[in-house]
């Protein structure tokens, strides 16, 4: 029997009891190779009998039958040396590749060899150089990753008898809340016999004011891409685990407060959309989401503002967020080497008032955001191999309190000129009515002398007396 099983023996009953894709009865023998039969736990918990909490039970724990069948394939977990071991050589390998990546940087452009021709040697160098790597990197990774795997399963049987004893006291509380449990959208309903017929890989079902998910979706193994935005559900079923070809998962605008730690076994997701939502943090298991290249966390109440130390060089990043601003406690921030991909900083690097260090060496940055100079904690600046402009080279090379004196003056030489043409704008205007009152005055006077004339002219008929004086 599992061993991790044997706490958990409500857990390890119904997994002995789990229904195949095919059939909503339970199946009198496990699917499962438990080599203890379950303990004698229904004497203890009649309620265990009924099909209605039972159905529920075992669509609960799906996650852990995928999990549990898929570390049985993989194998046992590595023991503590193994573990030890990999680590060391990843480290060993990245500092290799590091070392690699910043002599090629760094060497020389011979005379004879353009700039954009030199550029381009690099880059097909540089992938060469972390292509070789890759190979060496993926084999100890395989042993972390395994090793995390059993540490989230552990995690993961605890959660899963907690939620199991949760639905057995709702049942025996209020049993019309099973029923709710299995009420299921119609076109929900048709998706999933639809998925027991043949592969799906999309389904949209987004603004179908869903207020939960059943817990079968993640049987739906072939799926590729599933939207539930735009609806009203308040939890993701752990089941999800179980859509391990998933790369887009789109639960924006819901009313999500937080996302289940089986997140981390989508092993193939690359878009997370999370936006939207009522999230205050994100699962320690996302970092496991090795494929994840685009996760919008954006609109939520999210708290990371504690972060003080964030690497993210050697990698292809093209920017860095706005929202990086938030991050206030923030005192070293290194992004260097991420080569031709970063070309700017965002505006909202001066919100990071903590930052002491910065390292922004080996990319394409040729400017500083005007609002660097509010950066008054910095003291350790690094902006080496980069086509820098705004500073000059002249600035730089005196340090980095000459660069913050440049860039504040420049910011308030940029606020002046703003507040110069605010001002022009309000003289513009303030003429502009000045001038059309004048006018308006004008053509009022010219009126009245008009009149005045005119009446003078037409009264009684008078001429002008020189003209009818006799010759």
Request: overall charge negative; some cysteine; glycine content about 4%.
């Amino acid at each position: 029997m599992d061993p991790h099983l044997k706490s958990y023996p409500l857990l390890s009953y119904v997994l002995s009891r789990l229904p195949s894709m095919s059939s909503s009865k339970p199946h009198s023998d496990p699917p499962f190779d438990l080599e203890q039969p379950p303990a004698p736990i229904v004497d203890e918990m009649p309620n265990l009998s009924h099909p209605k909490v039972l159905a529920s039970m075992t669509q609960a724990i799906f996650d852990v039958a995928q999990t549990r069948s898929l570390l049985q394939t993989l194998g046992p977990r590595p023991d503590h040396e193994s573990v030890d071991m990999a680590r060391y050589k990843l480290a060993e390998i990245d500092s290799g590749l590091s070392k690699s990546l910043e002599e090629l940087v760094l060497s020389p452009r011979p005379a004879d060899v353009d700039q954009v021709e030199w550029r381009a040697n690099l880059a097909q160098k540089e992938q060469r150089i972390r292509q070789e790597a890759e190979k060496e990197i993926s084999m100890y990774k395989s042993i972390l990753q395994l090793d995390e795997m059993h540490e989230a399963y552990g995690k993961l049987l605890k959660q899963a008898e907690e939620r199991l004893i949760k639905i057995y006291e709702k049942a025996g509380e209020e049993e019309e809340s099973l029923e709710q449990i299995e009420e299921t959208n119609p076109e929900v309903v048709g998706i999933l016999e639809e998925a027991q017929g043949k592969g799906l890989e999309r389904v949209d079902l987004c603004g179908r004011k869903l207020r939960f998910l059943p817990e079968a979706f993640g049987k739906i193994s072939g799926l590729l891409s599933l939207n539930l935005s735009g609806n009203q559900l308040e939890v993701i079923p752990d089941t999800l685990a179980g859509l391990q070809k998933l790369e887009e998962l789109n639960v924006s605008s819901n009313l999500l407060e937080s996302l289940p730690d089986s997140i981390g076994l989508l092993q193939n997701l690359k878009i997370l959309d999370v936006s939207g939502n009522k999230l205050n943090a994100l699962p320690d298991s996302i970092c496991r989401c090795w494929s994840l290249i685009e996760l919008d966390v954006s609109f939520n109440s999210l708290l990371m503002r504690s972060l003080r130390f964030l690497d993210a060089h050697f990698n292809e990043l093209r920017g860095l967020p706005d929202e990086i601003g938030r991050l206030t406690n923030l005192e070293v921030l290194n992004v260097r080497c991420n080569f031709s991909d970063l070309t700017e900083l965002p505006e909202s690097l001066d919100k990071l008032t903590n930052l002491k260090e910065l390292d922004i060496s080996n990319n394409q940055i040729n400017a500083l955001p005007d609002s660097f100079g509010r950066l008054d904690k910095l003291t350790k600046l690094n902006v080496d191999q980069n086509p820098l402009v705004v500073p000059p080279k002249e600035i730089v090379d005196e340090g980095v309190e000459a660069v913050k004196i440049f860039m504040a003056e420049r910011w308030v030489d940029k606020l002046a000129e703003e507040e110069r043409k605010s001002m022009m704008e309000v003289k513009e205007v303030e003429e502009a009515g000045w001038l059309t009152r004048s006018a308006s005055m004008l053509k009022s006077y010219a009126s009245a002398v008009g009149e005045t004339v005119s009446g003078y002219l037409g009264s009684a008929g008078l001429r002008d007396l020189v003209l009818d004086e006799p010759r």
